[in-house]
């Protein structure tokens, strides 16, 4: 693995006993990058991620992230990732408490750049944890994550619980604590919401990755054209809309349409099995 590569993931077999997942999966992450995680419900995207961290174990094939295995579950890797699943329990404690106890596991964590994201977002640190509300606690534990120093940050639905003022402080907060040395993967179902943040793409979908790659490839090449009348069967996608159909054309043959808009470049995707 190349030190631009953070994580390679080879003919990876996983499945629960009643429902197989993944086989033969592979691809790889690069760091420097906001990686966005998309799928259809039950594609496996958060199975992917407690994989990536270490809390699940592929049955076969290779998985390496910053050159380690993860089902090794070594200190010098964990110190080097910070996981923010969906579902996340709080001790009751108070924020100084819980940073004397957490924070030590991560050589590069900054009380001050934490105490700066805090305050960001507008958080009380003077009350127990347990008793912040869910958007509250989601704030916090994002705050901690990025003021962690770590090289790869995994967030699970991290704008769930957020109101909009706050989904704008995540997207700005999250690029500005970005640098080439730091990869985020952010799993989530609300493309509109990340669109302007997430760029390169992974699309999961029956147990394959059907997509990983940056947006200006599709952007510069199709455009979505409105058209009134039905296309017909050599259309490359199609949507019926309001007062006719959109319609995905090359781009060079439709100088004037619509840009790509990420929910409709998964939809495509989706519907394709891959690129167009």
Known sequence: MDHHTLAEVTDLTFGYTHKPLFKDLSFTLERGNIYGLL???????????????GQLFAEEGSLSVLGEN??????SLFSEIFYLSEEFPLPRMKSRQYLSMLAPFYPRFDRELFASYASE???????????????EKKKYLLAFGLASGCSLLIMDEPTNGLDIPSKRQFRQIVASAMSEERTFVISTHQVRDMEALIDPIIILDQGKVIFNEG???LTDAYVLDHVTT??????????????????LKKRADVPKGQTLDLETIFNIIVEKGGRP
Do not use: I
Request: aromatic residues 6%; charged residues 25%.
């Open 215 to 217: 947006l200006d490839a």
């Open 121 to 135: 977002f507008g958080l009380s640190l003077d009350h127990r944890l347990d008793q912040m509300s869910l958007g």
């Open 70 to 75: 993860p089902r090794l579950r070594r200190a």
């Open 39 to 53: 799928g259809k419900n039950g594609a496996g995207k958060s199975t992917l991620l407690k994989l990536l961290c």
């Open 230 to 247: 039905e296309p017909d069967g050599d259309a490359l996608y199609s949507e019926r809309v309001l007062g006719g159909w959109m319609v």
